[in-house]
């Protein structure tokens, strides 16, 4: 009897200690995760998408926008049907929804299969309960899906992005896209180099629900509010940049160039009303398109300027009291020979005891020798420096770059004789119009600005721009202006200019160095120029690379640029001088 006591004893002794044991490892032991389990099942949430903010023109009107899409998902523990039926009814009215490159040859039964077996596969794999089927639907898509009444079929809110102008301003904007999480990142130009202003901050609802996830009546619940990214007002002129867009890109067809850039910005200011560069592409379908599209020219190229570069180094030999207006070069009778190489002019005309305004209109290479002499290799250094070639910019757009340049001590005399006319020196399309804001502005040069004004629910705030640098004298910025006046007037192009406008301008045929040497009929022929030339309502800059009809930039570059100039001055109202 004792026995049998003792046997029960013990039997309720352990299984005590067994339920002691068991409640200890739940309650404290996995009490953290079970925690996390209970408030996993009793409360739902979602989370709120933030809009990002728009790039606006300087009008206000829209450039790239946000606008609402959804992602298609299917919770597969919630579904009754397999994987193949879900695919074959979703199939259908994806396809429709998928824009194909124009070089995919399927019909469209083969593009219908494929779409219903990628769907399948997905649906297939072992380690997914809730699968992704397709982002970036539109609402009509997301109603038609709907009423397939498809169960553990659903919907998420994403963003897309909108761009109503197409692939304008493409280099301008840059593309959002995703990045290796896959979350929503701008890429290239204002995209880019904003993407944390532009992006909002998402919000979150958490509510208490039931075993079977309804919400409860009575339950807590938190809310935190989305907050939408700023908006960015930009200088960027609509009709200025269609106007450009446009005939650059009828002049690299008619010239039969490679590619080409244009720049309209404001000297006093550095306010860019217009940039353009092509081939472009379209933010929007920026998959479509290889990655070698979406650098912008404008400020990652370098290029040799060629005799665009003239005025800038005049400029500076004028500033540093090197030469004076009516000095005469007394060299410039013939080819110059430095070290083993010889100067000459780009026609093979001299100009014996030629002024220096002849030196610019002419385009006279041993001219510009002549000057670099004159101001010696150490203080055009320096004026490099001061004009801001060997050094980005700080245009607010992602991407810049800005070949450096060769150490001063590393000159020698042909460095410094090849540098005065542009040659054997490189340089981003933005650093030269922003050196000729210098003599555009009575020698102050400005830095160039996109975007104009941040915009947020409190207000405009002003970006701020960087002060204007005195880098040449009133003077100096005068009589450069003068010349390049005389440039146009008399120059090699003045076959293409507009009759009784005040116009300061320039042409630049740079050869292109392959191979250590440089190519004769492989050329980037460029033109700059600011008008009214006393007072400018515009700078310009357009080059075009490996022009086929003419390698000469009088004959391609020149006339482009006065065929946006045409359609500028009446816009901008300026009239005619006479």
Not at 89 to 113: C, G, H, M, T, W
Not at 345 to 357: G, H, R, V
Not at 468 to 496: N, P
Request: charged content about 25%; overall charge negative.
């Amino acid at each position: 009897m004792k026995l049998r006591l003792y046997v029960l004893i013990a039997v309720f002794s352990i299984g005590l200690l067994g339920l002691t044991a068991r409640l200890f490892f739940w309650q404290v032991v996995k009490s953290e995760e079970l925690t996390s389990a209970a408030k996993t099942q009793h409360q739902s949430g979602r989370r709120i998408v933030a809009d990002r903010g728009n790039i606006l023109s300087a009008d206000g009107s829209l450039l790239a926008a946000s606008s609402q899409s959804w992602l298609l998902f299917v919770q597969k523990s919630e579904t009754d049907l397999s994987t193949k039926t879900i695919a074959n009814k979703l199939a259908p009215i994806l396809v429709e929804e998928i824009d194909y490159k124009p070089d995919d040859s399927r019909d469209n039964k083969q593009k219908l299969l494929d779409e219903t077996n990628r769907i399948q596969e997905m649906l297939d794999r072992a380690d997914l309960v809730w699968v992704p089927v397709r982002h970036k639907l539109s609402s009509d898509v997301k109603r038609n899906i709907q009423a397939l009444k498809i169960k553990g079929v659903g919907f998420d809110p994403e963003e897309s992005r909108f761009y109503p102008e197409g692939s304008s301003s493409a280099h301008v904007l840059g593309f959002v896209g995703k990045d290796q999480d896959g979350v929503d990142k701008g890429y290239f130009g204002l995209e880019g180099f904003y993407d944390l202003s532009l992006t909002g901050k998402p919000g979150f609802i958490q509510q208490e629900s039931d075993a079977q996830g309804t919400p409860i009546l009575f339950g807590g619940s938190k809310e935190i509010s989305a907050l939408s990214g700023v908006d960015l007002k930009t200088h960027i002129d609509k009709r200025m940049q269609f106007i450009v867009e446009e005939k650059l890109k009828e002049g690299i067809e008619r010239y039969g160039a490679k590619n080409g850039v244009a720049i309209i910005m404001n000297p006093k200011t550095g306010a860019v009303m217009a940039m353009a560069a092509f081939p472009s592409y379209d933010p929007a379908k920026y998959f479509e398109f290889g990655n070698e599209y979406f650098k912008n020219p404008v400020i990652s190229d370098a290029f040799e300027p060629g005799s665009i570069f003239k005025p800038l180094v005049m400029a500076s030999g004028l500033d540093s009291n090197s030469i004076e207006v009516d000095t005469r070069c007394d060299i410039c009778d013939g080819p110059l020979k430095i070290d083993k190489y010889y100067i000459e002019t780009w026609n093979n005309k001299y100009n014996p005891n030629a002024s220096m305004t002849d030196i610019i209109v002419h385009s006279d290479n041993v001219g510009m020798t002549f000057i670099g002499q004159k101001i010696g290799q150490e203080k055009l250094y320096d004026y490099l420096k001061k004009f801001g070639f060997g050094q980005v910019t700080g245009i607010d757009l992602q991407g810049e770059a800005s070949p450096q340049l060769r150490a001063k001590d590393k000159w020698n005399i042909v460095d410094l004789a090849t540098a005065t006319f542009g040659q054997g020196i490189a340089v981003t399309p933005i650093q030269i119009i922003q050196g000729f804001t210098a003599i555009a502005n009575k020698g102050k040069m400005v830095s160039p600005q996109i975007v104009d004004k941040i915009i947020t629910d409190k207000g405009e705030q002003d970006i701020k721009q960087q002060p204007a640098k005195q880098v040449i004298s009133e003077k100096a910025a005068t009589e450069t202006t003068a010349m390049m006046i005389e440039a146009v007037e008399d120059g090699e192009a003045k076959w293409t200019k507009l009759t009784n406008f005040n116009i300061a301008g320039k042409t630049g045929t740079a050869q292109i160095p392959i191979s250590g040497h440089y190519d004769a009929e492989k050329t980037i022929a460029s033109f700059i120029g600011f008008a009214p030339a006393n007072d400018p309502k515009f700078l310009m800059l357009v080059t075009l690379k490996e022009p086929q009809t003419s390698t000469w930039a009088s004959e391609t570059a020149a006339p482009l640029w006065f065929n946006v100039a045409k359609e500028l001055f009446p816009y901008l109202g300026i009239q005619p001088e006479n």
